[in-house]
């Protein structure tokens, strides 16, 4: 695992990027609670204990926390279902009970069976439906709450006939700050000595003077109380500290509770795991984040939300790729947008009623964008039907129903492909004797599926330091892309902070990977190395790695 930089190391770009995240993250809080039935200011504290509780405890440096859009109808009907909601807090607590259960004995690590393919597609697709979802509200059509990313939506519409019924509701004064917030965003960082503010901010800012300018002229551009954002303002202290909500521990023994605090845990950490995943695939630093760490932070949070009065937390994406593309480096981006979140909700909620949605929507329009790239189509039509085919196939399906039937599909689709090949040891290992300073020979076998690519990351993770080894495709048919991206990712990155020296050999001209140019390479190893040639599993591979 790579070095984790000091909490301070990027202070500049970590706090505009907390900001960013706290602008977007508030309409999407108290719409994602709208959505759930459940009371605006549980979404509000769902975002703030997913800043500060979980962005504390997680490991990842990126990821953001928060109310999700993919437990609304879970949420919705849990509700429903325990008929208050004070019922349903307890739900939520036993339902980070059991996340933390999850992190403590390790079942975070089901994360690595997930392919790169399925995880891009899901990215993809999320920025597919962020556009999708905020072109309506670019244009002033607020029917929809914020937050709601589902296909078929509370109001009726669907993602697409929302874009029919907005072009009937067009509003000309959110047309023109979503055109200037856009043109901000955009090109403010280009602009020499002014590029120290975030552009995002200035768009808001921006978006704020322009809409108190058209009312207080008079101007029909001005916009309404509903096209603005809507959290909930306390008479006094006293009625903010009201907003929070205790779980009813009567309700303890109901077996519906434990029904729903199950569902919570399960589909929570699928969709935490999936959007962590995802994260660090979009890290410029190519971090990796522990699974079992973040759902024991995701438990905690859970736990804590449920206790005050707040929804279901998972790790976000739409949140945490705004976060990368505003400039985060660490965890301080994530824990100043869950500061933000607490003190001016408590403060100043009255100032944050002026921001109009069409200014946020704009920002998440560059955030979709960037994820949904064109480029990123090339790419993965480039590396053969293996990998776009499972691509297609999870863009379609999350855009056209929900995150998790899509991943379902692609993992399927993923599947069925590897299972035309064939699911033979990844590797072949026979321990001899070790000593610091021997050579490791790894020699792939003929076949290297993505369901392979979990033992061969744990392996090389925990190859002992100042060692030096040999991965052999000599005798491979097909690798994995997932399994070639680890290799590349353990030579560029991993093996020089552990003084690990690598040689390639053996690998076809079409796995896009160098071989290692070095002399004797066809003389055996010299004494007192380890060859491995024999097959075993990579348990036992770890354990006889241990030095003498």
């Known amino acids: 695992m790579s070095k984790q930089p ?13 900001v960013v995240v706290f602008l977007i993250a508030v309409p999407l809080c108290l719409g994602i609670a709208l ?32 109310p999700a859009a993919g437990l609304t109808a879970v949420v919705l ?12 807090l307890l739900a939520v607590f036993i339902g980070g009970a059991l996340q933390l259960g999850l992190g403590l004995i390790k079942a975070g690590t089901v994360a690595n069976y997930f392919p790169s393919n399925v995880i891009k597609g899901m990215l993809s697709a999320i920025g597919i439906i962020i556009i999708l979802k905020q072109i309506p509200h670019a244009f002033g059509y607020d029917k929809n709450a914020e937050g709601d990313f589902t296909f078929i939506q509370v109001d009726g519409d669907n993602s697409f006939t929302a874009l029919l019924s907005g072009i009937n509701h067009i509003h000309l004064g959110a047309t023109l700050i979503t055109l200037v917030s856009v043109l901000i965003i955009v090109y403010w960082g280009k602009i020499p000595k002014l590029n120290m503010l975030p552009a995002a901010l200035v768009a808001v800012v ?68 999936l959007n962590v995943e995802a994260t660090d695939k979009l890290d410029p630093l190519k971090r990796h984040t522990s699974p079992n760490r973040e759902l ?21 994406i739409v949140r945490s790729s705004a976060n990368i593309n505003a400039g985060a ?19 100043i909620p009255m100032l944050l009623n002026k921001i109009p949605l069409a200014t946020l929507a704009a920002i998440l329009l560059v955030t979709g964008y960037k994820l949904c790239k064109i480029s990123i189509f090339k790419e993965m039509f480039s590396k053969g039907k293996y990998q776009w085919v499972p691509f297609v196939v999870t863009l379609v399906a999350i855009v056209l129903t929900d995150l998790l039937v899509g991943i379902a599909l692609g993992m399927a689709v993923s599947v069925i492909a590897i299972l035309r090949g064939n699911m ?8 001899e004797q070790y000593h610091t300073g021997d050579t490791i020979r790894l020699e792939l076998a003929q076949e290297v599926s993505f369901l392979n690519k979990a033992s061969i990351l744990l392996t090389l993770d925990h190859l002992p330091e100042n060692s030096a080894v040999v ?17 590349r990712e353990f030579k560029a990155v991993k093996a020089p902070q552990k003084n690990i020296s690598v040689v390639l050999t053996g690998f076809k001209n079409v796995y896009n990977i160098a071989n290692t140019p070095h002399e004797g390479n066809d003389e055996p190893l010299q004494s007192g190395h380890v060859q491995v040639i024999a097959s075993g599993n990579h348990e036992q591979l770890l354990k006889e790695l241990q030095p003498n």
Request: proline share 3%.
């Open 6 to 18: 000091s909490l301070f190391a990027n202070v500049k770009g970590d706090l505009s990027s907390g």
């Open 35 to 66: 959505a759930s039935g459940a009371p605006l200011f549980s979404g509000m504290i769902a975002g703030i204990i997913g800043g500060l509780v979980v962005g504390s405890l997680s490991g990842s440096q990126l990821s953001v926390a928060g």
């Open 424 to 431: 033979k040891s990844p590797y072949y290992f026979r321990k």
């Open 471 to 487: 991965i052999d495709a000599a005798n491979t048919v097909y690798i994995d892309h997932d399994v070639l991206e680890i290799i």
């Open 329 to 347: 480096r660490t965890k301080l981006a994530t824990i100043t947008h869950g500061t933000l979140l607490l003190v001016c909700a408590a403060l």
């Open 206 to 273: 921006t978006g704020v003077l322009l809409n108190t300018l058209f009312i207080s002229t008079g101007s029909s551009l001005a916009l309404a109380p509903s096209h603005l954002v809507n959290l909930p303002v306390a008479g006094s202290f006293g009625d903010f500290i009201g907003q929070f909500t205790f779980p009813d521990f009567s309700a303890f023994a109901n077996k519906e509770v434990w029904l729903v605090g199950i569902t919570i845990a399960i589909v929570a950490s699928v969709e935490t795991l």
């Open 296 to 316: 024991r932070a995701q438990g905690v949070g859970n736990m804590v939300s449920g206790l005050i009065g707040g929804l279901p937390i998972t790790s976000v």
């Open 77 to 88: 009907s849990a509700i429903t279902r325990l008929g208050a909601f004070d019922t349903f």
